[in-house]
């Protein structure tokens, strides 16, 4: 029989806890990168993100937050640009509710981001409200069929 000669299996892994619940600094995009919103999980450490500058790219998890940060549809998240393929980035930073918040705050993301919902789709349109689901019709309308 084998001798096992690791540290220890998935449940050493699974143990390991980073401390994300403690406060770290808000970082702020250089040239080279820019801030976008999930759109969809495709799978594969791949995701569809509009960037901020309304363009829609696909992002890859980096290694280091591959199963470790955890990306949902509807996160910001900051992106590393790429020179030589324009819509494809690398995911370097997911922001925390509270950062993406501050960041809105700042002015660094535009008012029509909608940082509180879980999916990303309703990035340009507005809720006129209630009346566009029904139809009203008449009686005389309702004879006729």
């Known amino acids: 029989m084998p001798k096992n000669k690791g540290k220890g ?3 050493r892994k699974r143990g390991k806890n980073e401390a994300d619940d403690e406060k770290r600094e ?3 995009k250089e040239d080279g990168q820019e801030y976008a919103q999930v759109v969809r999980m495709l799978g594969n450490g791949r995701c569809e993100a509009v960037c901020i500058d309304n363009t829609k790219r696909l992002c890859h998890i980096r290694g280091k937050m591959h199963k470790k940060v955890w990306i949902a549809a509807g996160d910001i998240i900051l992106v590393g640009l790429r020179d030589y393929q324009d819509d494809k980035a690398d995911i370097i930073l997911k922001y925390m509710p509270d950062e993406a918040r501050l960041l809105k705050a700042y002015g660094e993301l535009p008012d029509n981001i909608r940082l509180n919902e879980g999916i990303a789709g309703g990035l340009d349109e ?3 409200g209630a009346g566009d689901d029904y139809i009203e019709f008449e009686d ?3 004879d006729k069929i």
Do not use: A, M, S
């Open 9 to 11: 299996g998935k449940n």
């Open 26 to 28: 808000l970082v702020f």
């Open 126 to 128: 507005e809720d006129d």
């Open 140 to 142: 005389e309308d309702i």
